[in-house]
């Protein structure tokens, strides 16, 4: 490559210098663009993995909140309140395990508030209005259709899920 003012030969085609820089300065921002769609996938997966991560935080800190009481921080049914209850409470860690390894999510949520009202709770097992408090999110029920539940009952429901020892070999809504 030939430095200064003149033009240069490449190709058999005469090109001056300003020719040159352009050409190489369009492929610089053209390998920058590259590098921040990469850049900027990355970040956005990051912010994914950290959104994930507080929505289980969330459901675990509903449990913490309504649940450990009774149910012990490890869901084991060992908490501080269960040597008062008239009935023992479940290890919620064995839900899926006492269905034969299915995750019953509607009936959980149910039992948790009420919500779908699929089977009455123990007398000494309280329903959990603050769980209908807040946002609604789209949930598919299984059939198809979608219906709007509240997000903190979801959370909770699933953080549960996420406890389970062994964990569910099928799930139904």
């Not at 997966?45 to 450990?68: M, N, P, R, Y």
């Not at 009481?69 to 490890?74: D, K, T």
């Not at 789209?138 to 899920?161: C, H």
Request: proline fraction near 6%; charged fraction near 25%; hydrophobic fraction near 35%.
């Amino acid at each position: 490559m030939l430095y200064g003012k003149g033009p240069t030969l490449t190709g058999g085609r005469c090109r001056s210098i300003s020719d040159v820089v352009n050409s190489r300065l369009a492929k610089d921002l053209q390998l920058m663009r590259y590098f921040m769609i990469v850049a900027s996938m990355g970040i956005s997966s990051v912010a994914t993995i950290s959104a994930a991560d507080e929505f289980s935080d969330l459901g675990k800190d509903l449990f913490v909140e309504h649940c450990a009481r009774c149910h012990g921080i490890e869901a084991s049914g060992k908490g501080p309140d269960a040597a008062d209850l008239k009935t023992d409470p479940a290890d919620l860690t064995k839900i899926s395990d006492r269905r034969g390894g299915v995750w019953p999510m509607l009936e959980v949520m149910s039992i948790l508030d009420g919500y779908l009202k699929v089977q009455e709770p123990r007398d000494d097992m309280p329903i959990i209005t603050e769980l209908n408090d807040g946002p609604a999110v789209e949930f598919d029920t299984g059939n198809g259709l979608v219906t709007r539940i509240p997000s903190r009952l979801i959370e909770i429901a699933e953080y549960l899920e996420s406890i389970q020892s062994p964990k569910p070999e099928r799930y139904v809504p």
